[in-house]
């Protein structure tokens, strides 16, 4: 069970960080690591600590959670759609809506 929650983990951070389009060795530097962190990560070799597990949240552009939820392909699109919607006003939020409500039938009826 524990192999299993690691290799998930690693597997994981290894989407995440590819979809963000960046390095093992830069984003260990990024978080101010060892160039090695990441992958050694990646590979099963290390845990990362709750506190290191934030600082990579953080760089990722999610949150812990988006991290354990592996139900959404992009959290950091998601965030950063979220951070936009929070500006507009009731009538932009249900134009907007309208517009998601359709492509969303589009999808379904594929």
């Known amino acids: 069970m524990k192999e299993d929650c690691l290799i998930w983990v690693a597997k994981r951070l ?9 390095s093992a060795r830069e984003m260990s530097r990024r978080i ?9 990560i990646e590979t099963g070799k290390l845990v990362p600590s709750i506190s290191v597990l934030f600082e990579i949240c953080s760089y990722l552009g999610i949150t812990v959670k988006d991290f354990f ?22 009538h932009e939020l249900e ?3 309208s517009i998601v409500e359709i492509i969303a039938e589009k999808k379904a009826s594929k």
């Open 14 to 22: 290894e989407d995440l960080r590819e979809n963000k389009g960046v």
């Open 32 to 40: 101010n690591r060892d160039e090695t962190y990441i992958r050694q």
């Open 69 to 90: 939820s592996d139900e959404v392909e992009n959290p950091e699109l998601l965030n950063e759609l979220f951070e936009i919607l929070r500006t507009l006003n009731k």
């Open 95 to 97: 134009s907007i809506t």
